[in-house]
């Protein structure tokens, strides 16, 4: 029974926030349509109560900086340019066309393929590497693919590697997943990384249209034999004075692993051209983790100073819930720098960390993590 109370707790967590959301974009509305009226009139009048979506952009702006201005410059060559320059550009392109292909061949057994719309298809390559000198070092490497099926009215593709990468917000800023549940007697687990690695599945999008949000839906296979269903509905609101919200609710089961449930909600203030400010907040639940519920928030300011890159820095919260108690576990700053390296399909990317762990009896402690990330 308590299962199923935290279950409906994370649902409507989600949905009245938002909704309310919802219901400040269109108080943000009213409020536009009103100001432009007024305007009209000889008499402007002003509001009178503080509003807290005014107030940190003036916040923002008043704060003063050192850093370099926002830059698109690319620093590195196009693909198109290098694809045949080195022995690893030739590697990349190699891969890359044996990806199409596959994503090609598997197109045409649904049907008979359009050569103006074939196929597509995409792949990550991971190396993390996590240091501090509680747990030393481990290295992890990750991969993640989609091929989509164009035959099918571009609704199916099919999915593989990494699954926990889709359940992390589309611009997740920190290193996460790879490191946790591992053997802390070494440094490279060879089980995890194959479980791990081991998801395939077939994912319907765009459901129906009448819905007011997107949603996906899995069905597959992950850690060798946990056969699951798995739902994602997200929706972006825009704001008033250049604030977006976005909101996501995942919901997993499997046949091993059983109920899986995770709400992401971003908040961002971002102007064009400019360095912006969000919060990123996760709440997640799971019958394979020993807590009712864990949490997660980062509250950072980003900063783009050439094409590809990305640079921020912020404060990390995080905690759980468990048998009536509400934590606060860990606590700190971060700093993280992500950037392409040489290659335009090369990424490099350093997290700093120095959080505390209460759990664990461990102060505030630095640890690093490393990633080199290929794209093909």
Same mark, same amino acid.
């Given at each position: ?8 707790? /994370? ?34 009048? *002003? ?26 410059? =690319? ?12 022995? =690893?550009?030739? *590697? ?50 990750? /991969? %993640? ?71 996906? =839906? ?11 269903? %798995?739902? *994602?509905?997200?929706?972006?609101? *825009? ?22 449930? %995770? ?114």
């Amino acid at each position: 029974m308590n299962s199923i109370k935290f279950k409906l707790s /994370i649902f409507a967590f989600s949905i009245i926030t938002s909704s309310l959301f919802g219901q400040t974009y269109a108080e943000s509305e009213i409020i536009d349509s009103n100001e432009e009226f007024q305007e009209t009139s000889t008499t402007v009048t *002003k509001n009178p109560y503080f509003n807290i979506w005014e107030y940190i952009p003036q916040l923002v702006d008043s704060t003063p900086t050192f850093l370099p201005e926002q830059s698109n410059l =690319a620093i590195v060559p196009p693909t198109s340019e290098t694809e045949n320059q080195t022995w =690893a550009d030739q *590697k990349q392109k190699s891969v890359r066309n044996w990806v199409d292909r596959t994503a090609n061949k598997m197109d045409s057994w649904f049907g008979e393929t359009d050569p103006t719309k074939p196929a597509t298809a995409s792949l990550r390559v991971l190396l993390d590497n996590r240091w501090n000198k509680h747990d030393n070092y481990d290295f992890s490497p990750r /991969i %993640r693919g989609k091929i989509k099926l164009p035959t099918l009215e571009n609704r199916l593709s099919v999915v593989f590697g990494d699954d926990s990468l889709d359940d992390e917000i589309e611009n997740n800023i920190a290193i996460t997943g790879s490191g946790t549940d591992r053997n802390p007697d070494k440094s490279v687990d060879s089980k995890k990384i194959r479980d791990d690695n081991s998801s395939i599945a077939l994912r319907w999008s765009q459901l129906s249209k009448r819905l007011p949000f997107d949603v996906d =839906a899995d069905l597959g296979i992950r850690s060798g034999d946990d056969i699951y269903a %798995r739902l *994602k509905a997200e929706k972006d609101w *825009k704001l008033a004075n250049d604030f977006y919200f976005h909101a996501e609710q995942i919901y997993r089961y499997g046949i091993d692993s059983e109920n899986y449930l %995770r709400t992401n909600l971003e908040l961002t203030h971002a102007r064009p051209d400019q360095a912006f400010l969000s919060n990123q907040f996760y709440i997640t639940y799971a019958d394979e983790q020993d807590d009712d519920l864990t949490w997660d928030n980062r509250t950072y300011r980003q900063h783009q100073f050439f094409k590809g890159n990305r640079f921020n820095y912020g404060i990390y919260t995080g905690g759980f819930y468990n048998n009536d108690d509400l934590r606060l576990n860990s606590w700190g700053p971060f700093v993280s720098w992500r950037q392409p390296v040489w290659r335009e399909w090369f990424y490099v990317q350093g997290d700093l960390n120095y959080f505390n762990d209460h759990r664990e009896d461990k102060s505030h402690y630095p640890s690093a993590l490393v990633r080199l990330e290929a794209l093909f």
